[in-house]
């Protein structure tokens, strides 16, 4: 647990932090203009990394690293055009989708802002708590409003629940196939499914999380 908390807490949002920072001292050097006013962020979060960031790190934690609110991306949010946002998601198709609808001029009413503007300011942080598939990079780099915004695209590879101080837990009782067993008696190699492609990127994660 101490290691996770202190991975979140380090390299994602002490290190956005001291982005935002750098960027407000910029902006003031230049005169100011182009990009956020306030020191807070908004984390947006999907149901996976919600139940991810739970049990590791609390909302004091937060606030004292100036998240402002804790926003779910499925559903409808205000805009907050001064802030940030930190987006920590699972890499997948519907998170990604609804990121880049944040971020699409033509959804913006759709998706909860207004036809004034996106519902953040012009600083962006994407975190993926596994890795992110080609596929869905590709989709990223095509939206170009939302390209020109990121400060940091990273892969934090925590792709798992933290039970005890010591015990982590993959989080997937609801996608477990029945009866579906990782072994075999037979001499045949064993035929990988999608589930088990899951629990190997989950624990390649806790491997890196561990170093």
């Known amino acids: 647990r101490d290691i ?8 994602v949002f002490e290190a956005s932090n001291a982005v935002i920072q750098l960027s407000q001292q910029q902006q003031n050097l230049q005169g100011g203009g182009g990009g956020v006013s306030s020191s807070w962020m908004v984390l947006v979060v999907d149901p996976e990394s919600l139940r991810v960031i739970s049990s590791s790190i609390g909302m004091y934690n937060l606030m004292e690293h100036h998240v402002s609110i804790v926003e779910d991306l499925l559903k ?17 198709e519907v998170s990604v989708a609804k990121i ?7 959804s913006n009413k759709k998706g909860g802002g207004s036809s004034s503007g996106p519902l953040y300011g012009n600083t962006v942080f994407l975190y993926f708590l596994g890795h992110l598939p080609d596929n869905l990079f ?6 170009k409003e939302l390209v020109r915004r990121i400060k940091v695209l990273k892969e ?3 792709d798992f629940l933290i039970k005890e101080s010591r015990a982590f837990h993959f989080d997937m009782g609801k996608s477990s196939p029945i ?15 999608p589930f088990h492609h ?14």
């Open 179 to 193: 009866n579906t067993s990782l072994y075999t008696t037979s001499s045949s190699p064993v035929s990988m499914n």
């Open 100 to 106: 880049i609808e944040d971020w699409t001029p033509s």
């Open 4 to 11: 996770v908390q202190q991975h979140l807490l380090q390299d």
């Open 76 to 92: 409808k949010r205000a805009p907050f055009r001064d802030q940030a946002v930190l987006y920590l998601v699972e890499p997948n």
């Open 198 to 211: 899951r629990i190997i990127s989950k624990l390649v994660t806790v491997c890196a999380t561990l170093n």
């Open 156 to 158: 934090v590879n925590i």
């Open 138 to 143: 590709t989709q990223i780099k095509n939206c």
